[in-house]
Protein backbone atom coordinates (compact mmCIF):
# COMPACT_ATOMS: atom_id res chain seq x y z
CA UNK A 1 0.00 0.00 0.00
CA UNK A 2 1.40 3.30 -0.78
CA UNK A 3 1.95 6.56 1.43
CA UNK A 4 -0.87 8.20 0.07
CA UNK A 5 -3.52 5.27 -0.03
CA UNK A 6 -2.18 4.14 3.83
CA UNK A 7 -2.64 8.47 5.29
CA UNK A 8 -6.16 8.37 3.20
CA UNK A 9 -7.20 5.03 4.80
CA UNK A 10 -6.41 5.78 8.53
CA UNK A 11 -7.84 9.67 8.20
CA UNK A 12 -11.03 8.35 6.62
CA UNK A 13 -11.08 5.75 9.94
CA UNK A 14 -9.98 8.13 11.89
CA UNK A 15 -13.15 10.32 10.94
CA UNK A 16 -15.42 7.34 11.81
CA UNK A 17 -13.91 6.62 15.31
CA UNK A 18 -14.90 10.58 15.77
CA UNK A 19 -18.49 10.32 14.85
CA UNK A 20 -20.57 9.87 18.23
CA UNK A 21 -22.95 7.13 17.69
CA UNK A 22 -26.66 7.82 16.63
CA UNK A 23 -28.69 7.57 20.08
CA UNK A 24 -31.74 5.07 19.13
CA UNK A 25 -35.31 6.57 19.84
CA UNK A 26 -37.70 4.51 21.80
CA UNK A 27 -41.08 3.10 20.18
CA UNK A 28 -43.66 1.83 22.87
CA UNK A 29 -46.30 -0.51 21.26
CA UNK A 30 -49.44 -0.66 22.90
CA UNK A 31 -52.01 -3.31 22.00
CA UNK A 32 -54.13 -2.49 19.89
CA UNK A 33 -57.99 -0.54 20.56
CA UNK A 34 -60.49 -1.57 18.36
CA UNK A 35 -63.72 0.55 17.24
CA UNK A 36 -65.73 -2.21 15.94
CA UNK A 37 -68.49 -3.89 17.95
CA UNK A 38 -67.07 -5.97 20.59
CA UNK A 39 -64.07 -3.72 21.06
CA UNK A 40 -60.90 -5.70 22.12
CA UNK A 41 -62.73 -8.01 23.90
CA UNK A 42 -63.89 -9.28 20.40
CA UNK A 43 -60.50 -9.70 19.05
CA UNK A 44 -57.22 -11.73 19.68
CA UNK A 45 -54.62 -8.84 17.87
CA UNK A 46 -51.43 -11.01 19.44
CA UNK A 47 -48.76 -9.07 17.55
CA UNK A 48 -47.99 -5.81 15.49
CA UNK A 49 -46.19 -5.43 12.63
CA UNK A 50 -44.08 -2.62 12.89
CA UNK A 51 -43.36 -0.09 9.77
CA UNK A 52 -41.10 2.95 10.46
CA UNK A 53 -40.64 5.74 7.16
CA UNK A 54 -41.86 2.77 4.68
CA UNK A 55 -38.95 0.50 6.31
CA UNK A 56 -40.06 -2.82 7.85
CA UNK A 57 -38.46 -2.92 11.48
CA UNK A 58 -40.24 -6.30 12.72
CA UNK A 59 -43.52 -8.29 13.80
CA UNK A 60 -43.55 -7.99 17.46
CA UNK A 61 -46.17 -9.73 20.39
CA UNK A 62 -47.40 -6.32 22.16
CA UNK A 63 -47.29 -4.48 24.48
CA UNK A 64 -43.41 -4.19 23.05
CA UNK A 65 -40.45 -1.53 23.46
CA UNK A 66 -38.69 -1.04 20.07
CA UNK A 67 -35.69 1.13 19.74
CA UNK A 68 -35.28 2.64 16.15
CA UNK A 69 -32.59 4.59 14.28
CA UNK A 70 -35.06 7.29 13.61
CA UNK A 71 -35.37 10.99 14.04
CA UNK A 72 -37.52 14.05 14.01
CA UNK A 73 -41.03 13.92 12.51
CA UNK A 74 -41.46 9.90 11.19
CA UNK A 75 -44.12 8.08 10.26
CA UNK A 76 -45.05 5.13 12.05
CA UNK A 77 -47.61 2.42 10.67
CA UNK A 78 -48.59 -0.70 12.56
CA UNK A 79 -50.49 -3.53 10.96
CA UNK A 80 -52.55 -5.60 13.33
CA UNK A 81 -51.36 -9.58 13.94
CA UNK A 82 -53.07 -12.72 14.59
CA UNK A 83 -51.99 -16.34 14.89
CA UNK A 84 -53.05 -17.78 11.73
CA UNK A 85 -55.64 -21.06 12.37
CA UNK A 86 -54.86 -20.55 15.89
CA UNK A 87 -51.34 -21.40 15.93
CA UNK A 88 -48.19 -19.81 17.75
CA UNK A 89 -45.61 -20.83 14.95
CA UNK A 90 -47.82 -19.07 12.54
CA UNK A 91 -48.01 -15.15 13.32
CA UNK A 92 -49.49 -12.98 9.86
CA UNK A 93 -51.01 -9.88 9.46
CA UNK A 94 -54.49 -9.48 9.49
CA UNK A 95 -55.33 -8.58 6.30
CA UNK A 96 -59.29 -6.98 7.53
CA UNK A 97 -58.05 -5.29 10.43
CA UNK A 98 -57.26 -1.55 9.31
CA UNK A 99 -53.64 -0.86 9.74
CA UNK A 100 -52.91 2.14 12.19
CA UNK A 101 -50.56 5.19 10.63
CA UNK A 102 -49.30 8.21 12.75
CA UNK A 103 -46.76 10.66 12.23
CA UNK A 104 -44.85 11.09 15.78
CA UNK A 105 -41.57 13.62 16.34
CA UNK A 106 -38.89 11.05 17.91
CA UNK A 107 -36.20 11.96 19.77
CA UNK A 108 -32.94 10.13 20.29
CA UNK A 109 -32.98 8.29 23.78
CA UNK A 110 -36.65 9.47 24.47
CA UNK A 111 -40.01 6.74 24.62
CA UNK A 112 -42.61 7.95 22.43
CA UNK A 113 -46.02 5.79 23.48
CA UNK A 114 -48.42 4.33 20.47
CA UNK A 115 -51.55 3.68 20.97
CA UNK A 116 -52.59 2.18 17.52
CA UNK A 117 -56.16 1.79 16.51
CA UNK A 118 -57.70 -0.66 14.34
CA UNK A 119 -61.29 -0.94 12.64
CA UNK A 120 -62.65 -3.18 10.09
CA UNK A 121 -62.18 -2.44 6.59
CA UNK A 122 -65.01 -0.30 5.01
CA UNK A 123 -64.60 -2.28 1.94
CA UNK A 124 -64.97 -5.64 3.79
CA UNK A 125 -67.79 -8.31 2.57
CA UNK A 126 -69.22 -10.51 5.12
CA UNK A 127 -70.23 -14.26 3.51
CA UNK A 128 -73.26 -13.95 6.35
CA UNK A 129 -74.41 -10.81 6.27
CA UNK A 130 -73.32 -7.82 8.81
CA UNK A 131 -73.80 -8.71 12.86
CA UNK A 132 -75.65 -12.03 11.80
CA UNK A 133 -73.18 -14.44 13.10
CA UNK A 134 -73.72 -12.62 16.40
CA UNK A 135 -76.71 -14.41 16.83
CA UNK A 136 -77.92 -11.84 18.81
CA UNK A 137 -80.28 -9.67 16.33
CA UNK A 138 -83.56 -10.46 14.93
CA UNK A 139 -81.69 -12.07 11.75
CA UNK A 140 -78.98 -14.53 12.50
CA UNK A 141 -77.05 -17.71 10.77
CA UNK A 142 -79.67 -20.12 10.45
CA UNK A 143 -77.92 -23.87 11.36
CA UNK A 144 -79.32 -26.96 10.57
CA UNK A 145 -78.76 -30.26 12.67
CA UNK A 146 -77.60 -32.62 9.93
CA UNK A 147 -77.03 -35.71 12.22
CA UNK A 148 -79.61 -39.01 12.47
CA UNK A 149 -80.38 -38.45 15.98
CA UNK A 150 -83.73 -36.85 16.31
CA UNK A 151 -82.85 -35.88 20.16
CA UNK A 152 -80.04 -34.03 19.49
CA UNK A 153 -80.35 -30.29 18.47
CA UNK A 154 -78.55 -26.57 19.11
CA UNK A 155 -79.66 -24.06 21.03
CA UNK A 156 -79.47 -20.72 21.50
CA UNK A 157 -78.53 -19.34 25.32
CA UNK A 158 -77.72 -16.46 27.47
CA UNK A 159 -76.48 -17.80 30.78
CA UNK A 160 -73.17 -18.72 29.84
CA UNK A 161 -72.95 -16.90 26.36
CA UNK A 162 -70.04 -15.14 25.15
CA UNK A 163 -71.87 -12.12 24.77
CA UNK A 164 -75.77 -11.87 24.25
CA UNK A 165 -76.54 -15.08 22.99
CA UNK A 166 -74.60 -18.25 22.02
CA UNK A 167 -75.15 -21.50 20.12
CA UNK A 168 -75.33 -24.24 22.41
CA UNK A 169 -74.45 -27.79 21.58
CA UNK A 170 -73.94 -30.59 23.51
CA UNK A 171 -73.62 -34.65 23.30
CA UNK A 172 -73.57 -37.39 26.05
CA UNK A 173 -73.19 -41.01 26.02
CA UNK A 174 -76.56 -42.13 24.85
CA UNK A 175 -76.42 -39.30 21.86
CA UNK A 176 -72.54 -39.34 21.34
CA UNK A 177 -72.54 -37.61 17.86
CA UNK A 178 -73.85 -33.89 16.60
CA UNK A 179 -73.25 -32.36 13.30
CA UNK A 180 -74.51 -29.35 12.06
CA UNK A 181 -74.58 -27.26 9.19
CA UNK A 182 -74.93 -23.73 8.23
CA UNK A 183 -76.66 -21.69 6.00
CA UNK A 184 -74.52 -21.55 2.07
CA UNK A 185 -72.38 -18.73 1.92
CA UNK A 186 -72.45 -18.18 -2.12
CA UNK A 187 -70.24 -15.99 -4.25
CA UNK A 188 -66.80 -16.69 -2.19
CA UNK A 189 -63.58 -15.70 -4.38
CA UNK A 190 -62.40 -18.85 -5.65
CA UNK A 191 -58.75 -17.43 -7.11
CA UNK A 192 -56.99 -17.30 -3.93
CA UNK A 193 -57.06 -13.65 -4.45
CA UNK A 194 -58.97 -12.07 -2.33
CA UNK A 195 -58.23 -14.75 0.72
CA UNK A 196 -61.02 -15.97 2.83
CA UNK A 197 -61.01 -15.99 6.71
CA UNK A 198 -63.40 -17.29 9.00
CA UNK A 199 -63.45 -15.88 12.44
CA UNK A 200 -65.34 -17.39 15.72
CA UNK A 201 -65.28 -17.14 19.44
CA UNK A 202 -65.68 -20.62 21.04
CA UNK A 203 -65.96 -22.39 24.59
CA UNK A 204 -65.42 -26.50 24.41
CA UNK A 205 -64.97 -29.25 27.14
CA UNK A 206 -64.63 -31.75 24.03
CA UNK A 207 -62.52 -32.03 21.39
CA UNK A 208 -64.79 -30.99 18.17
CA UNK A 209 -64.23 -30.80 14.24
CA UNK A 210 -64.90 -27.83 11.91
CA UNK A 211 -65.55 -29.00 8.28
CA UNK A 212 -66.36 -27.06 4.87
CA UNK A 213 -69.17 -28.21 2.90
CA UNK A 214 -69.05 -27.68 -0.80
CA UNK A 215 -70.46 -27.19 -3.74
CA UNK A 216 -74.13 -28.73 -4.45
CA UNK A 217 -72.76 -32.18 -3.96
CA UNK A 218 -71.47 -30.73 -0.21
CA UNK A 219 -68.07 -32.26 -0.41
CA UNK A 220 -66.21 -32.30 3.20
CA UNK A 221 -62.89 -30.64 3.66
CA UNK A 222 -61.16 -30.94 7.06
CA UNK A 223 -60.52 -27.37 8.45
CA UNK A 224 -59.17 -27.94 12.23
CA UNK A 225 -59.93 -29.95 14.99
CA UNK A 226 -60.87 -27.97 18.11
CA UNK A 227 -59.36 -28.80 21.85
CA UNK A 228 -60.70 -28.66 24.69
CA UNK A 229 -60.70 -25.08 26.72
CA UNK A 230 -60.65 -23.52 29.71
CA UNK A 231 -62.73 -20.32 28.48
CA UNK A 232 -63.59 -18.82 25.38
CA UNK A 233 -61.28 -18.26 22.93
CA UNK A 234 -61.31 -16.27 19.82
CA UNK A 235 -59.54 -17.48 16.49
CA UNK A 236 -59.11 -16.52 12.59
CA UNK A 237 -58.41 -19.26 10.13
CA UNK A 238 -57.35 -18.37 6.70
CA UNK A 239 -59.62 -20.91 4.51
CA UNK A 240 -58.66 -20.05 1.43
CA UNK A 241 -57.32 -23.32 0.49
CA UNK A 242 -60.70 -25.00 0.97
CA UNK A 243 -62.51 -22.48 -0.94
CA UNK A 244 -60.23 -22.75 -4.14
CA UNK A 245 -59.84 -26.35 -4.09
CA UNK A 246 -62.92 -27.40 -5.24
CA UNK A 247 -63.58 -25.00 -7.45
CA UNK A 248 -67.20 -23.58 -6.79
CA UNK A 249 -68.60 -20.59 -4.98
CA UNK A 250 -71.43 -22.25 -2.54
CA UNK A 251 -70.13 -23.55 0.43
CA UNK A 252 -70.95 -24.34 4.13
CA UNK A 253 -69.53 -24.38 7.53
CA UNK A 254 -70.04 -27.38 9.50
CA UNK A 255 -69.21 -28.43 13.15
CA UNK A 256 -69.28 -32.37 14.12
CA UNK A 257 -68.85 -33.27 17.78
CA UNK A 258 -68.30 -36.65 18.36
CA UNK A 259 -67.51 -38.08 22.12
CA UNK A 260 -64.16 -39.54 22.48
CA UNK A 261 -63.14 -43.11 23.12
CA UNK A 262 -60.05 -44.85 24.44
CA UNK A 263 -57.85 -47.60 22.70
CA UNK A 264 -60.59 -50.12 24.03
CA UNK A 265 -63.86 -48.34 22.67
CA UNK A 266 -64.83 -47.02 25.83
CA UNK A 267 -66.01 -43.26 26.23
CA UNK A 268 -63.33 -41.10 28.11
CA UNK A 269 -66.21 -38.51 29.30
CA UNK A 270 -69.50 -39.30 29.61
CA UNK A 271 -70.74 -35.63 28.36
CA UNK A 272 -69.28 -32.58 25.94
CA UNK A 273 -70.68 -29.03 25.51
CA UNK A 274 -69.48 -26.55 22.65
CA UNK A 275 -70.33 -23.36 22.83
CA UNK A 276 -69.60 -20.58 19.57
CA UNK A 277 -70.70 -17.05 19.07
CA UNK A 278 -69.40 -13.98 16.61
CA UNK A 279 -68.59 -16.39 13.34
CA UNK A 280 -67.68 -14.03 10.72
CA UNK A 281 -66.93 -14.88 7.03
CA UNK A 282 -64.89 -12.33 5.82
CA UNK A 283 -62.90 -11.18 2.20
CA UNK A 284 -62.70 -8.40 0.03
Known amino acids: MNKL ?10 SCKDEAEQIPAYLSLKPFEVTAPGGVAWQKITDGWLYVNGQYLGAYTLPALIPVLAEGDSEVQLFPGVKENGIEDTPNIYPYLTKFTKNYNLVGGQTTEVQAVTD ?12 RGDFDGGSFISLENRDSDAVLD ?11 KSVLMQIDTAHPVMDIATEKMENLPITGSPEVWLEMQYKTDVPFFLYLLSGPEQSGQFVYQFNTTDGWNKTYFNITGQVVNPQTSEHRLFFRLSLPKDSAGKYTQNSGKVLVDNIRVVHF
Open 5 to 14: LFLLVFLAFA
Open 120 to 131: YDPALTYAFGTG
Open 154 to 164: FELITDGAFAG
